[in-house]
Every structure is written in C-alpha cells, then in structure tokens.
C-alpha cells in the first residue's frame, strides 16, 4: 500500500506516496493541540527537485468538514466523479479528480501566508487507487489527527 502511517514513535506521523511517481510524497506531521477544538499539523511535500514544509496548518471541530471525512468521501465515490473536489483550510488545499483506471489524484498545496500577495506556494501530486487503499489513508489520517484530542466533537468523531 502507498498510504501508510510512518512507524510508532513520540511523534505520530501519516505519509502518502504516489503511485506514479516514487518521490512524490506528502506526510503530516509534529501534531499538536492548540487547544481542545483543534488539531495543528505540519505538511512536509517532496517530489523530484522539491521539498516544501509549512508548520501551521490547523483543524477545527468547528470549521469546514474535517480533513478526514473528506477522504472518506472521496473513498466512497471510488467509481468516479466528474470534476475537481476541493477541501482547504489556512495554508493547505487539497484538491482530487478521478481518472480512468480507478485511481485518484491528491493535489496538495501549501501556502505560509495566506494574507501577502508575495507569498509562494509548492503543490504535489500523489496518486492512489479509489475506494481501498484509499479509506485506509483517510482512516491513517483521522487517526492521526484525532489521537489525544480532548473533544469529540464532529472534527473528531469517526
């Protein structure tokens, strides 16, 4: 399988591997809780050439749906969509599109400001095969960003 948790350690971790591309990864890591509504995260995108990482990316119970039910969406669908999804949040979009042959399309963007026009902004594709293998990433990621939240609350439930 290409999404995997990384191994157990003081620091949890969720990494995604394309299918299409060996060094195209993005993992989510150095979890942290801002408070008990939210889980923060850093987003670490690599690909050929490119390593990007920006620290603040925050969820909110109260926010737009939860990274993770978005996933699970995705998942659901696994015979196709037409279009683009989207699901974003402060520094990070993510956007997915279907292709023939079953597989999906993860376009992670991260931006470190989102108020100055200067700012840059790195993306990384990764792809995964519908349905399966990927409702066992959205589950790696749930886990991964609910994992000693006090609230259970609708960001954190399952």
């Keep these: 399988m290409n999404a995997e948790p990384a191994e157990p350690t003081d620091t949890p971790a969720v990494t995604v591997h394309s299918q299409d591309d060996p060094t195209a990864r993005v993992t989510l890591t150095d979890r942290h809780f801002p408070d008990e509504y939210g889980t923060g995260f850093t987003v670490d995108l690599h690909g050929e050439g ?32 037409d279009g683009e999804r989207t699901w974003s949040t402060h520094h990070l979009t993510l956007r997915a599109v279907f292709r023939s042959g079953g597989h999906v399309g993860l376009t992670w963007t991260i931006r470190p400001w989102t108020t100055q026009e200067n700012s840059w902004e790195a993306s990384v594709t990764t792809w995964l095969e519908g349905g399966e293998q990927l409702a066992a990433f959205a589950s790696d990621v749930r886990r991964f960003l609910n994992s000693g939240t006090a609230l259970g609350g609708p960001a954190c439930s399952s």
């Design 50 to 81: 490119l390593r990007a990482r920006v620290d603040s990316v925050v969820v909110w119970a109260w926010g737009p749906e939860h990274l993770a039910d978005f996933l699970d969406k995705l998942a659901a669908d696994f015979r196709g969509w």
